[in-house]
C-alpha cells in the first residue's frame, strides 16, 4: 500500500504540535481528550509526483478532472469522509469514473508544484491556499482552474450533488448556490428559532459606524436535517449557547427574499446576498467583524468542540495575530485540557 492510500490518524485534528501526549493518560487535574479514529485511504487515490500542471493534464486526457484532498492526522472529519462517503460504492464509483484524487498533507513537507509553476512545501501550499479546515477538497477544471472548493465534510446526500455539479461541468452553466437550492431547497418549512436572534429588519450596515460586537448571520433552510442537528445538539450546549450570545446573531433563509442591509450597506435579499457570498450548504455561518469585514465561515458539517473554538476564535479577534486557525485549534485545546476540561473533539 503507498503512501497516499495508508495514512494512521494517531493525533488530534490539526494538532500537530504534542498534544497528544494528554490522550488518555492525562496529569492529575487536566482533561482528557478522546475523539480520534484510525482510517484508510482508498487505493485508487492517484500516487502523484504532486507536480499539478502535469496531473491536470492527465487527467483531462482521460475525460477526468483533478481533486485536491487536504487532510491531516487526527482528522475525525476526514475519517467520516473516508468511511460514510467513500465508502459507498456509488460514490466511489463516480469518483473514480470522473475524478483523480490527490491527498495533500496540511502539515506535510513534501514538494509541490503548482499550475503555475510555484514550487512549494504541503504545509506551505495549503497556508497560501488559506486551508483552515480538513477535510477540504479542490477541484479542479481542465485548464487547473478552481471549479469548486469545499471547505470542510459534506454528509454523503450533499457530496453526491457536489459529485454531480463538479463531473457535468455545471460550474459553466449555474452557480453552486443556485444548484444546491434546486436541488436541495423545499417548497416550504419553518427554521428553528433561537431567542438570541435578532428580529427583523435586518439592517446589518457597520462599515460606517462600528459595531460593538461581531456578527454571526445563520444561513439555513426547512426542512433541513443538518440545520435540525445545529440547533438540537450542538446549540442546546450551555457553552455554545454562552458563545452565540457574545454575537449578534442573525438568521436567514438562504433561498429566500427576505430584505437584508449587509455588513457592508448594500441593500439586497438574503437569497441574493447568500447567492454572492456562495452559499451552499445549510447551515452556514457567515462571521464579520465590528467593521463589516468577513473574517470566517462554517461552511460544512461540524460537531461542538470546533464550532464553538470557530465562534471563540472570532469572539477574540484570534485571527489578527493567528491567522492559521489549526493552530489557534491546538492552543485552545491545550488550554482547556490544563484547566481540567475534557475534550471529545468529534462527540456533540
Not at 54 to 60: K, L, R, S, W
Not at 128 to 143: C, G, I, K, S, Y
Request: charged share 20%; net charge negative; aromatic share 12%.
Amino acid at each position: 500500500m503507498n503512501m497516499f492510500t495508508r495514512i494512521l490518524i494517531n493525533t488530534l485534528a490539526g494538532l500537530a504540535f504534542g498534544l497528544l501526549a494528554v490522550s488518555g493518560n492525562a496529569a492529575d487535574g487536566e482533561g482528557i481528550f478522546s475523539g480520534t479514529e484510525t482510517s484508510e485511504y482508498p487505493a485508487w487515490f492517484k500516487e502523484s509526483f504532486l507536480n499539478f500542471g502535469e496531473d491536470v493534464q492527465e487527467a483531462a486526457s482521460k475525460n477526468k478532472r483533478v481533486l485536491l484532498y487536504f487532510y491531516q492526522d487526527g482528522c475525525p472529519y476526514c475519517s467520516k469522509m473516508v468511511k460514510d462517503n467513500f465508502g459507498r460504492a456509488d460514490i466511489a464509483r463516480t469518483m473514480q469514473a470522473d475524478l483523480e484524487t490527490i491527498a495533500i498533507n496540511m502539515w506535510g513537507d513534501r514538494d509541490v508544484v503548482t499550475i503555475e509553476g510555484k514550487p512549494y512545501a504541503e504545509k506551505n501550499f495549503a497556508a497560501a491556499l488559506r486551508v483552515n479546515f480538513t477535510p477540504t477538497l479542490v477541484f479542479l477544471n481542465e485548464q487547473g482552474k478552481v471549479a469548486l472548493r469545499l471547505n470542510g465534510y459534506y454528509p454523503p446526500d450533499e457530496f453526491r450533488l457536489v459529485l454531480a455539479y463538479v463531473a457535468g461541468h455545471k460550474e459553466k452553466s449555474v452557480d453552486f448556490h443556485d444548484y444546491m437550492a434546486t436541488h436541495t431547497a423545499a417548497a416550504s418549512g419553518k427554521l428553528n428559532a433561537e431567542p438570541f436572534f435578532l428580529p427583523p429588519p435586518y439592517a446589518l450596515a457597520r462599515s460606517r459606524i462600528p459595531a460593538d460586537r461581531p456578527l454571526a448571520v445563520f444561513f439555513e433552510q426547512a426542512p433541513c436535517a443538518n440545520c435540525d442537528i445545529l440547533h438540537k445538539k450542538i446549540l442546546t450546549d450551555p457553552a455554545t449557547r454562552a458563545l452565540v450570545k457574545q454575537f449578534e446573531a442573525v438568521q436567514l433563509d438562504l433561498h429566500s427574499d427576505t430584505p437584508v442591509i449587509t455588513p457592508g450597506g448594500v441593500k439586497t435579499t438574503a437569497g441574493e446576498w447568500a447567492r454572492k457570498l456562495g452559499i451552499g450548504y445549510a447551515p452556514s455561518i457567515v462571521f464579520f467583524d465590528k467593521h463589516g469585514k468577513e473574517v470566517m465561515r462554517i461552511d460544512a458539517f461540524l460537531k461542538t468542540f470546533h464550532f464553538q473554538s470557530v465562534f471563540d476564535y472570532v469572539l477574540q479577534e484570534a485571527y489578527l495575530e493567528e491567522p492559521s486557525f489549526q493552530r489557534y485549534l491546538s492552543a485552545r485545546a491545550a488550554r482547556l485540557i490544563k484547566e481540567g476540561i475534557d475534550i471529545n473533539i468529534f462527540g456533540y
